[in-house]
């Protein structure tokens, strides 16, 4: 069965740099998530999307920012890196719209800031 | 205030010995719940869910989890566990019961010892 893609899976950027982070939801899923899990910690909602739209905002820094396009497809956008960025970024998707859905897990992008 | 406690952080248990691990959420009214696993630098696993109905649900892998309304707890078990069963556990929930942002537990790690 197909699942969440995310990409790339690993990353490094320096400081005062920027990163954008891909994930491509399951075949008719309609709902996006982030998540961030920094390390030995449990995952931090960020953001989410449902139909293109913003449905839910959680700990997401204003130096982020997050959109859905057309395909259902999201991009994580992060500017100014900083150190404390470091950690492991989950995607999920679910199929909302279609009554209530679990959500499923891409495999994570790892960043390290240096 | 709204949370979801694994009082255990990291358990050990014996190849072929029982497994059980505690959930516990201080929430208003039912919110639905979930258990995922995590394998060490790998995707979260989705493996079993509780929306509503029978309090006994089962999930992959041999999983189990009961739902016990006057204790909020969520437990996850399994009858016998096998090495491959070691990872790192999360409860999680949707207290809003709208497919929106879950909000997990710190984590259980489960080691399997021979």
């Known amino acids: 069965a197909a699942g969440v893609i995310q990409s790339p899976r690993h990353l490094i950027k320096e400081k005062r740099e920027t990163a954008t982070l891909k994930c491509y939801p399951i075949?008719?899923?309609?709902?996006v998530y982030w998540y961030q899990q920094g390390p030995g910690q449990d995952p931090q909602f960020l953001i989410s999307f449902y139909e293109k739209m913003q449905s839910d905002k959680g700990s997401i820094p204003d130096r982020f920012s997050a959109q859905q396009f057309s395909d259902y497809h999201s991009e994580l956008n992060m500017s100014s890196l900083e150190l404390g960025d470091s950690a492991l970024y989950f995607c999920?998707?679910?199929?909302?719209?279609?009554?209530?859905?679990?959500?499923?897990f891409g495999p994570g992008t790892r960043l390290t800031v240096t | 205030a709204q949370s979801v406690t694994q009082p255990d952080i990291h358990i050990t248990v014996s190849e072929g010995a029982s497994l059980e691990l505690r959930c516990n959420y201080s929430y208003g009214a039912t919110p639905y719940l979930f258990w995922y696993v995590q394998s060490p630098g790998q995707g979260l696993q989705l493996l079993l869910k509780y929306f509503s109905g029978d309090t006994l649900v089962q999930g992959i892998k041999g999983f189990e989890a009961e739902f016990k309304r006057s204790q909020s707890s969520f437990n996850l078990r399994k009858p016998s566990v096998h090495w491959s069963d070691a990872a790192e556990y999360f409860c999680a929930v949707d207290a809003n019961q709208a497919g929106t942002a879950l909000i997990f537990g710190k984590g259980t790690t489960l080691s399997v010892s021979s």
């Open positions: 075949p008719r899923h309609d709902t």
């Open positions: 999920a998707s679910s199929a909302k719209g279609a009554g209530f859905g679990e959500q499923y």
